[in-house]
């Protein structure tokens, strides 16, 4: 399982997700451009010392991303055909986020195997991007025995 960031904006999403990784030994792949540098203070600060130059994977565009992909590509987005909580995942899936300030272009949307939505209530925009990441990546390490503190 590995989670992709799509051109993020927001060094504290960034950050906290780098952490989520590193605690549950998941890959964060990143598509540049971000809107911020990968070595700014704040984005230390999100991440402490967790961040693990290792544990993540920068990515020139999302052509360099989409050539290199090893599995499935699941696309969370607001628009979403499946509900997240009745997919079946699999080991080997990546999970796309989008950017904060836009979410990810047409071609994007379309080139992703499966789009998935975390239901919200009506008239609702959208969830914090790390909160969206973090509660799919739980259901999808739940069902294929991915935390590896068990
Ligand atoms: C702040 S949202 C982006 C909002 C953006 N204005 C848009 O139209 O997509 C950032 C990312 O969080 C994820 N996300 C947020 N809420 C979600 C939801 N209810 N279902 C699935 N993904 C969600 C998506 O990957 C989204 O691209």
Redesign the pocket.
Known sequence: MRLALYQPDIPQNTGALLRLGACLGVPLDIIEPCGFALSDRQLRRAGMDYIDPEGYERHADWESFRDRLPGRLL????S?DQP?QAFGYRAGDTL?????????PQEVHEAADER?????RPGR?????AL?AAMVLGEALRQTNGFTCE
Do not use: D, F, W
Not at 75 to 78: E, Y
Not at 125 to 129: A, D, I, T, Y
């Open positions: 696309l969370l987005t607001t979403g997240y796309l986020l989008g950017r904060e300030s836009a979410g990810v998935l939505v975390i239901p919200m925009r959208s969830l914090n991007v969206a």
